[in-house]
């Protein structure tokens, strides 16, 4: 296994692929926006809460918000694209009704009822926002995401695992979908095209490992030649990734794609940690994930570490640091 820091630019246009859910994917594909290469998001469709969760339940519509995050973070940088940016980001603070509705999520709810589908929504939206690239749902099966507990217990909908605040100590055990969910055809295809499939940032459980879940993507990705890279992420998560070191989220993924073959490379971040705000997340519950190398050889062919952290009172990749990293790799 190499060690490698570091990083470097090229002139080749890559097909890059990123699985993920909303503000993880948000994240990357900002940053690769401005890189020289043909960007897809891959994205989870399980979102039980909030808005989303509200209008999947009141419209029986697929949850729109992660779908809205990877538009905006691919939208034009020009006049037009920055209004309709601010207008997919607006959430109502009052209103009855509408009162925590993120007004990007009506829009797509509103055009998947003008078009017919959610397909045809999202293909109206990016020309609404002048998206260079493409955002692709995972599934069109509308589906719930279950977690089997380790003392035998399941938790229903993504929401009550992302929030879970009951038997904290108890671990996840697995994760699985029902009813059973079917891919999208054109993310396969994407996954056949990619040079590079990266996998994260994001909550593992309800982020990440949902795409694998649904039927044909982990075989895709497992039989893909492309460069397949893990963003680790930079804290834990009480209820979902407790204790949780690198080699663990490279295990889960490598476990949930189905092979024996190691990921090629893991981004791990090397900046310090403000301690100020390390207090704080500490009091939640919320440690810095550690990078135990040694452990990653069983599951990584190469670590990446790169000062990857974004400015801010929240611990946040920096999307054009991590872009950088990438195309290192690419």
Not at 45 to 66: N, Y
Not at 239 to 252: I, P, Q, V, W, Y
Not at 306 to 312: D, N, V
Request: with cysteine; net charge negative; aromatic share 6%.
């Amino acid at each position: 296994m190499q060690m490698m820091t570091g990083s470097s630019k090229t002139k080749a246009k890559k097909n890059i692929v990123v699985v993920g859910g909303g503000t993880g994917n948000h994240t990357t594909l900002t940053g690769l926006r401005q890189e020289n290469c043909n960007l897809t998001a891959i994205v989870t469709m399980t979102d039980s809460g909030g808005s989303s969760g509200r209008l999947r339940e009141e419209l029986g519509h697929l949850p729109p918000g992660d779908i809205r995050q990877c538009l905006m973070a691919l939208a034009s940088d020009d006049s037009r694209g920055t209004l309709m940016k601010q207008l997919f980001d607006y959430r109502f603070v009052s209103g009855d009704g509408l009162t925590g509705h993120n007004f990007g999520n009506l829009i797509l709810s509103a055009l998947t009822e003008v078009t017919g589908n959610t397909v045809t929504s999202i293909e109206e939206a990016s020309k609404l926002l002048g998206v260079e690239g493409s955002v692709l749902p995972v599934t069109l099966t509308r589906s719930t995401l279950v977690a089997r507990l380790e003392d035998g217990s399941f938790v229903t909908g993504e929401s009550s695992i992302d929030l879970r605040r009951d038997n904290l100590n108890v671990a996840i055990d697995y994760i699985e979908l029902e009813p059973k969910a079917y891919v999208y055809p054109p993310v396969i295809d994407a996954i056949k095209k990619a040079d590079v499939i990266v996998l994260g940032p994001g909550d593992i459980y309800t982020s990440v490992l949902p795409n694998l879940l649904v039927d044909s993507v982990a075989e895709a990705i497992k039989e893909s030649k492309a460069q397949k890279i893990h963003v680790c992420n930079l804290m834990t998560k009480p209820g979902e990734s407790d204790g949780f070191k690198a080699s663990t989220f490279a295990k889960l993924l490598v476990n949930y794609l189905g092979t024996e073959e190691k990921l090629d490379y893991l981004i791990v971040n090397s900046s310090p940690f403000e301690e100020k705000i390390l207090e704080r997340y500490a009091s939640e519950g919320q440690y810095p994930v550690e990078l135990d190398a040694s452990v990653c050889e069983k599951w990584v062919k190469t670590i990446l570490t790169e000062p990857i952290l974004g400015a801010g009172v929240k611990f946040r990749h920096d999307p054009f640091a991590l872009a950088k990293s990438i195309m290192s790799i690419v």
